[in-house]
């Protein structure tokens, strides 16, 4: 009977851990036009508990392709009922030398579809089709942001949070000039320090069942 409750609990806790845990996902985002010739590694973590977005945007391109703006798009399609400035309530400080917008972020080229919820942009008017080469993410280079607020709160997963990005590059080796890339499928694993601590707990069980077994 003790075993089987044992079984019971382990199982329920391991259900309420692996539901409430931050994962974490990786995605290569390349360009639309020339993948070859703009690419870049994208790494996020979500956690649903606070509602903490944290993306950390390395540019893998060959030289000269510069990142000059980060969006998301969290509903793909959503232009009409959204209209330009898509889902708000989320915020952000700057980072680097891009600055947040939680707003209309213009039209994104390539993709005419797409209504950016928020972004970054290196540009002083906050327009994702613009953006400053020399403040962008230049090859080699990584930036985070951080990301939170209200917006979250719509039973949003990790992994639609990463297929939702859009990348501009400028300064792209011609003949390209310029590129936007957009997220692809996600690579999800759980944190490392989440599963450290639920695997702490479940020896903490297993370690309280021996002792109870040897006083009975």
Known sequence: MFRKALLTT??????????????ADTITVVGNANGTLSRA????????ATNTFTVTVTNTSPAGSTITGIGFDIFNGDFSGNNSAGITGFSSASAGNFNFTDGALGNVPQFNSAVLDFGFTTGPSGNFNGG????????????????TGAGFGNGLTAAQLSQAIYLRWQNVPNPVGSDVGHGGTPNTVPEPMTMLLFGSGLAGIAARARRRTKKA
């Open 132 to 147: 400053q080469v020399a403040n962008g993410i230049a090859p080699g280079q990584s930036l985070t942001f951080t990301i």
């Open 10 to 23: 382990t199982a329920a806790i391991a259900m309420f851990a692996l539901s409430s845990v931050a994962r």
């Open 41 to 48: 590694t994208v790494s996020t973590t979500f956690n649903d």
